[in-house]
Nanobody
Framework: QVHLVESGGGLVEAGGSLRLSCAAA????????MGWFRQAPEKEREFVAV????????QYADSVKGRFTISRDNAKNTVYLQMNSLKPEDTAVYYC???????????????????WGQGTQVTVSL
């Protein structure tokens, strides 16, 4: 059974930083594309960042480009999201997602992903 467990969320002031982690179990992590999505209250879940299985390709939403960095450690079965210069509009529940890579290096589509974590709350105050 696949489990994705996010951690590292919390309350931070605008301009601050947080590092989210997502630990994966029950899958061959190195073969999976890993993504981060977020969902603010009354909004749809949206793409944030994605990383290919060997880290050679990353992609970011325009809203976070230059502030967030996605990375992974295949030895630890963990993907990270370093979030800097946080803004109140970054407030959301952040989810990690996984999909066996196949021929696709990365995807920004929600429906591409097979597995999802339970989410971790990030709140950015003024």
């Amino acid at each position: 059974q696949v489990h994705l467990v996010e951690s590292g969320g919390g309350l931070v002031e605008a301009g601050g930083s947080l590092r989210l982690s997502c630990a994966a179990a029950g899958l061959t992590f190195r073969n999976h594309v890993m993504g981060w999505f977020r969902q603010a209250p009354e909004k749809e879940r949206e793409f944030v960042a994605v990383i290919s299985r060997n880290s050679d390709t990353t992609q970011y939403a325009d809203s976070v480009k230059g502030r967030f960095t996605i990375s992974r450690d295949n030895a630890k079965n963990t993907v990270y999201l370093q979030m800097n210069s946080l803004k109140p509009e970054d407030t959301a529940v952040y989810y990690c997602a996984a999909r066996s890579s196949g021929l696709v290096a990365v995807s920004t589509r929600r429906d591409f992903y097979e597995y999802w974590g339970q989410g971790t709350q990030v709140t950015v105050s003024l």
